[in-house]
């Protein structure tokens, strides 16, 4: 398994931030104009939707190099598998729950009837920080992906390190199996784990594919074809039209991986900071979008306004805490090894 180059890093540091972007604005257009009178989906399905699919490619792709690379390197450590993804998720997620609960606290005060209110709960903030598959928390709506995406991941861990952790690995494959295939994927946005797979079945073969200089110009195809099925069908969640688009990125990706050109410094630093708020922007941007048209209208002003402001927002809510999530890994993973050894130290 050889490391991903800089360009290829820099793309999907790119591909992150240019995500989570389309979803902003697609939410905006749709709070802010209603999605154009019907334009959106009667002529082009949700652009928001097909960057959650996006999202889960990504993830798939990723999360599946790690574990590649931890199989590899580390001797299949699932302790550090787990404390990684709940460092990733956690860190994120905990300050932006707290964030809308505080700021739909807030507006509930200028505006009592506002109809996403009426999520406002301990119950429902219990269940969305335990992501088990509820009501969103309030205003915070897009976190119904996260919820998809965080039983894939523990469902993940558990078969590939079974061997290591069974007891264990045999809850999480039962709970992940559970929340995957009977409760999240008979939802509206279907099987989005099929797409997640298909990205981790990409990384899998990525080493192969960056050497078949034949299969470059395929990506294109794909992605006509994607864009094809999604204009004919108007479905933002089709299944085919997912797959082609996987096909299409990672196939972009193993070209982009070829080119052993060095990024310069400034330019991945630039692509790596923005792509650090990104999930920090995607759960909170649509507190900001729904309040902001309540306030200030439905008006290109206010339009503009909600866009920057969420993602100025995010980006300072990240700086202090998503950004953090690598060294709040190695935090918990020592407190976990130190647990360890204190219980395996004969007693007196």
């Known amino acids: 398994m050889r490391p991903l180059s800089e360009k290829c890093i820099t793309f999907f540091d790119f591909l992150r931030f240019s995500l989570a972007q389309v979803v902003l604005?697609?939410?905006?257009?749709?709070?802010?104009?209603?999605?154009?009178?019907?334009?959106?989906?009667?002529?082009?399905?949700?652009?928001q939707q097909i960057a959650v699919v996006g999202f889960f490619f990504v993830s798939g792709f990723?999360?599946?190099?790690?574990v590649m690379a931890n199989v590899k390197y580390k001797g299949a450590d699932a302790t550090r598998y787990f404390v990684?993804?709940?460092?990733?998720?956690?860190?994120?997620?905990?300050?932006?729950?707290?964030?809308?609960?505080?700021?739909?606290?807030?507006?509930?005060?200028?505006?009592?009837?506002a109809e996403l209110l009426a999520y406002l709960s301990v119950k429902t903030f219990v269940y969305n920080l335990g992501l088990i598959p509820s009501m969103p928390l309030g205003t915070m709506r897009?976190?119904?992906?996260?919820?998809?995406?965080?039983?894939?991941?523990?469902?993940?861990?558990g078969l590939v390190f079974f061997r290591k952790r069974w007891f264990l690995c045999l809850i999480c494959i039962w709970l992940g199996a559970k929340y995957t295939f009977t409760v999240n994927a008979k939802?509206?946005?279907?099987?989005?784990?099929?797409?997640?797979?298909?990205?981790?079945?990409?990384a899998f073969w990525f080493d192969r594919l960056t050497q078949r200089t034949s299969l470059a110009g395929l990506s294109w195809v794909a992605f006509a074809a994607a864009s094809a099925i999604y204009l004919y069908t108007k479905n933002s969640y089709h299944l085919v039209a997912g797959l082609l688009l996987t096909v299409g990125l990672v196939l972009l990706a193993a070209r982009l991986n070829r080119d052993e050109k060095a990024v310069s410094p400034k330019k991945k630093q630039r692509y790596a900071a923005l792509a650090g708020f990104s999930f920090t922007l995607f759960l909170t941007h649509y507190t900001v979008l729904y309040w902001a048209q309540k306030a200030l209208g439905s008006t290109t002003t206010g339009f503009v306004t909600s866009i920057l402001l969420a993602n100025l927002l995010a980006f300072a809510l990240a700086y202090c805490t998503e950004r953090h999530h690598k060294a709040v890994a190695v935090f918990l993973l020592e407190l976990v090894r130190q647990r360890r050894w204190r219980?395996?130290?004969?007693?007196n």
């Open 187 to 202: 939802g509206e946005a279907g099987h989005l784990e099929l797409i997640w797979l298909a990205g981790a079945l990409g």
């Open 62 to 66: 990723l999360i599946c190099r790690s």
């Open 25 to 47: 604005i697609g939410h905006g257009i749709g709070i802010f104009y209603s999605y154009w009178g019907g334009f959106f989906p009667d002529r082009i399905p949700y652009l």
């Open 142 to 157: 897009p976190i119904w992906s996260l919820m998809f995406e965080w039983w894939i991941y523990i469902l993940f861990g």
């Open 84 to 113: 990684d993804r709940f460092a990733r998720i956690y860190t994120t997620l905990i300050p932006a729950l707290l964030f809308v609960l505080l700021v739909d606290l807030l507006f509930s005060c200028f505006y009592p009837e």
């Open 343 to 347: 219980l395996s130290q004969p007693h």
